[in-house]
């Protein structure tokens, strides 16, 4: 992606600086080890020390050997480009991805009175590292399929990944979106399009009545004059 300016590079600058946001969509983790199986799995994310740069998908039941999420992930980081190169000089931004199974404890002796809860205990099954700034330069959303480790087969991850560049050294090329805000915009849409629906239907009753009316009248005009 090439940011052009008037007049080449301004001064003597020697590096671009540039606030991205990446999403992401968690989709299937497949091809998950035997010991999965009737566990709830689930994926942790975790990108630097910002609090707003973590979370958790939910646990979802594995029957077999697969479970699918539907989990978005958005992520901002500022990333330092090459002036002269366009290549980056952030080498890595890594998001790292841990998968969980909650399983059953097998527990020696008896429950405690009134506990009826099933005792679990959860397992990390693997890990691995995804490097952002390889993404940074899409545009589009692109589909990706993961390895998540060195097994035969490994357990793998399908995502959607997209990159949009929100600063330019500085400078705002695209306001942060805000879920609630679109939300919202949406809802009033969806009122302002059922409200001309409603006006539209309102005014086509209307004009099928008057035309009853009439059709009426000339039948009635016609009957007189048989």
């Given at each position: 992606?090439?940011?052009e300016?008037?007049?080449?590079?301004?001064?003597k600058?020697?590096?671009?600086?540039?606030?991205?946001?990446?999403s992401?969509?968690?989709g299937?983790?497949?091809?998950?080890p035997l010991?999965?199986?009737?566990?709830?799995?689930?994926?942790?994310?975790?990108?630097?020390?910002?609090?707003?740069n973590k979370?958790?998908t939910?646990?979802?039941?594995?029957?077999?050997?697969?479970v699918?999420?539907?989990?978005?992930?958005?992520i901002e980081?500022?990333?330092?480009?090459?002036?002269?190169?366009?290549?980056?000089?952030?080498?890595?931004?890594?998001?790292?991805?841990?998968?969980f199974?909650?399983?059953?404890?097998?527990?020696k002796?008896?429950?405690?009175?009134?506990?009826?809860?099933?005792r679990l205990?959860?397992?990390?099954?693997?890990?691995?590292?995804?490097?952002?700034?390889?993404?940074?330069?899409?545009?589009?959303?692109?589909?990706?399929?993961?390895a998540?480790?060195?097994?035969?087969?490994?357990?793998?991850?399908t995502f959607?990944?997209r990159?949009e560049?929100?600063?330019?050294?500085?400078?705002?090329?695209?306001a942060?979106?805000?879920p609630?805000?679109?939300a919202?915009?949406?809802?009033?849409?969806q009122k302002?399009?059922?409200?001309?629906a409603?006006?539209?239907?309102?005014?086509a009753?209307?004009?099928?009545?008057?035309?009853?009316?009439?059709?009426?009248?000339?039948?009635?005009?016609?009957?007189?004059?048989?």
């Amino acid at each position: 992606r090439i940011r052009e300016r008037e007049g080449g590079v301004m001064g003597k600058k020697k590096v671009n600086t540039i606030k991205c946001q990446f999403s992401i969509t968690l989709g299937k983790l497949d091809k998950l080890p035997l010991s999965c199986k009737n566990s709830l799995v689930y994926v942790s994310w975790k990108r630097g020390l910002k609090p707003e740069n973590k979370g958790e998908t939910d646990r979802v039941l594995c029957k077999a050997d697969n479970v699918v999420f539907n989990h978005k992930v958005r992520i901002e980081c500022t990333l330092v480009q090459d002036v002269a190169s366009e290549k980056w000089k952030t080498k890595e931004k890594d998001l790292i991805l841990r998968v969980f199974a909650l399983t059953k404890k097998l527990g020696k002796g008896k429950k405690k009175e009134g506990d009826d809860a099933p005792r679990l205990k959860t397992v990390e099954v693997t890990a691995i590292k995804l490097n952002l700034v390889e993404y940074a330069n899409l545009s589009k959303t692109k589909k990706e399929m993961l390895a998540l480790s060195n097994d035969d087969p490994p357990p793998t991850l399908t995502f959607k990944v997209r990159a949009e560049w929100l600063k330019f050294n500085g400078e705002l090329l695209k306001a942060v979106e805000d879920p609630e805000k679109e939300a919202k915009e949406l809802a009033k849409e969806q009122k302002r399009a059922e409200k001309e629906a409603k006006k539209e239907a309102k005014k086509a009753a209307k004009e099928q009545k008057k035309a009853d009316k009439l059709a009426k009248k000339e039948a009635k005009k016609k009957a007189k004059q048989s």
